[in-house]
């Protein structure tokens, strides 16, 4: 089993912990960054959230 087959089956196992900490991770830049690219973050953290989904 190589490096990235673990990273998926660990991800898979705490997927929802991890989509979590994307979103406070999001919460968190939007705080500190300008309101104008709250978008941004938020498409940001959507498409991580699809990403661990997949995995």
Do not use: N, R
């Not at 990273?7 to 991890?18: N, P, R, V």
């Not at 919460?27 to 997949?54: F, N, R, S, T």
């Amino acid at each position: 089993m190589g490096l990235v087959d673990k990273a998926k089956e660990l991800l898979g196992d705490h997927a929802d912990e991890a989509k979590g900490a994307v979103d406070a991770a999001a919460d968190k830049a939007k705080e500190l960054a300008p309101d104008q690219v709250d978008g941004i973050v938020d498409q940001a953290a959507d498409k991580a959230k699809d990403v661990i989904d997949g995995a």
